[in-house]
């Protein structure tokens, strides 16, 4: 399958594949980050309290895929069985089955206005925006730790990618990195980033991230 960059752009979330740009979802630009999983796309609706999917093709968007509790924020993310999300509202990490059924809107109890989850190697991260921390479970739901990675500042928006974890730094107005195993932590990996940060990918040798002005900057990743 050919990666793939996500975007949000005027209120419609689309997919850029190669050439190709077509859009999925009229939903609010705020609200939506979209992941691959299997043949389908996942996204959040922020405010609207939904996951919806589609096809890879852009064709039967279901916006109201999965409903969720309150306040979905930031990314979902997708692995082989499972599509998670950040209840932003209650504190929560949700999971369901890739088709939409056993939906637990309680799967991960305890984080602090998450916003932003990333799934890699069997186990979630997501971003306590409400806190300083990244935290980290096991893909089963057990050996929660909300205070994996600490020494952020309201961290919203989170990716994993090349054995790394990329957060946005709201308070900071950057970009953290560390380890999967979370040492060699540096909270302003990339300084200056625009603003508030709410997005973050990871596409080839690239940082891509969205900032609270609605534009997306861009730097190598490859310096550490």
């Not at 419609?12 to 992941?35: I, K, S």
């Not at 979902?76 to 929560?92: F, T």
């Amino acid at each position: 399958m050919r990666s793939h960059v996500r975007l949000r752009v005027l209120g419609t979330l689309v997919l850029v594949a190669a050439a190709c740009v077509f859009a999925v979802a009229a939903v609010p630009a705020d609200a939506v980050h979209v992941n691959t999983g299997a043949s389908h796309l996942y996204w959040a609706g922020y405010g609207y309290d939904t996951v919806g999917r589609a096809n890879l093709d852009g064709t039967h968007a279901k916006p109201n895929f999965i409903s969720t509790t309150n306040n979905t924020c930031g990314d979902v993310a997708v692995d082989k069985a499972h599509v998670y999300w950040a209840n932003h509202g209650y504190d929560e990490i949700g999971r369901a089955n890739l088709d939409g059924s056993q939906v637990d809107q309680h799967f991960i109890r305890g984080a602090d206005s998450p916003c932003g989850i990333a799934v890699n190697a069997g186990k979630p991260y997501w971003a306590n925006y409400g806190s300083t921390t990244i935290g980290r479970a096991n893909v089963d739901g057990t050996h929660v730790n909300q205070s994996f990675i600490t020494g952020a500042s309201a961290p919203c928006g989170i990716t994993v990618a090349g054995g790394l974890i990329y957060w946005g730094n709201d308070g900071f107005g950057s970009i953290g990195r560390a380890h999967l195993d979370g040492t060699h932590v540096s909270q302003k990996f990339i300084r200056h980033a625009g603003g508030p940060c709410y997005g973050v990918d990871v596409e080839g040798k690239y940082v891509y991230w969205r900032s609270e002005e609605r534009r997306v900057g861009k730097e190598c990743r490859s310096r550490w």
